[in-house]
């Protein structure tokens, strides 16, 4: 982790190239905070915000029934088809372009698998520390659209469905962003006063804050009001604004 001070701001620095990685038969992930076999105690998180997992699995594979307690789970699909299956008996495809949540509160058995024999299925899974504990177990799906329109920034997940989005246990909201070439966007922060901003660059290359991102690199910021993003090149970016005390 590299952290940069300023007088009033913190930014904290991760380079796509020093993420976690994990190789399985069947699935090829990199991780931006630690998890499973690969811990770093300085990547513990960014705030509330726990887990951001950039899987690819491959046809006809994936997680079978597992557990999961007290964590807001988003999935976003960028392309193929999540089967999702769970112990609230959902059973549901999320194609690209949808936006899963599944609040996991005092328990819940899902599993995830890429049901296509020959195409292969890419997401980012999002795990952030709910707000209350032991809530009863929820589940929610929108599509947003695989097309992200340039130059606007869509709330696709928020604590209360703000903007048509999709709400969870937590004050975060997390949104897409997609700027063409040279093209500027100012984001203000909904709480300054206890929320930090993760952004992570899907891919092209864009400025935020004077600090150069490239394809999955991400930058954590803490301490701001607003924050600048300029694009190089055409981008697309996730943007997490989380509360900073867990």
Do not use: C
């Amino acid at each position: 982790m590299k952290q940069i001070k300023h007088t009033y701001m913190e930014y904290i620095l991760h380079k796509a190239e020093n993420r976690g990685r994990a190789e399985h038969s069947w699935l090829h992930t990199r991780f931006s905070f630690s998890f499973a076999e690969w811990y770093d105690p300085d990547r513990m998180g960014f705030g509330t915000l726990r887990v951001i997992n950039d899987d690819v699995i491959d046809p006809d594979s994936g997680f079978d029934l597992h557990p999961h307690s007290n964590m807001e789970i988003i999935t976003i699909v960028m392309e193929g088809a999540v089967t999702h299956g769970d112990s609230m008996g959902n059973q549901e495809v999320v194609p690209a372009g949808d936006v899963q949540v599944m609040s996991a509160g005092t328990g819940v058995v899902h599993s995830e698998r890429n049901t296509s024999l020959d195409e292969t299925l890419k997401l980012f899974q999002i795990w952030i520390h709910p707000k209350v504990r032991n809530v009863v177990p929820r589940y929610g799906q929108k599509s947003f659209g695989v097309d992200w329109k340039p130059n606007v920034l869509r709330l696709l997940v928020s604590p209360d469905g703000r903007e048509d989005s999709l709400s969870i246990h937590q004050d975060a909201f997390i949104s897409k962003g997609s700027l063409e070439a040279e093209q500027t966007h100012i984001y203000m922060l909904r709480d300054a006063r206890k929320n930090g901003v993760y952004v992570f660059v899907v891919d092209g290359s864009v400025t935020v804050n004077d600090h150069h991102l490239t394809k999955r690199d991400a930058l954590g910021i803490t301490g701001a009001d607003v924050i600048a993003f300029v694009a190089d090149q055409h981008s697309r970016y996730l943007v997490f604004e989380v509360p900073m005390a867990v």
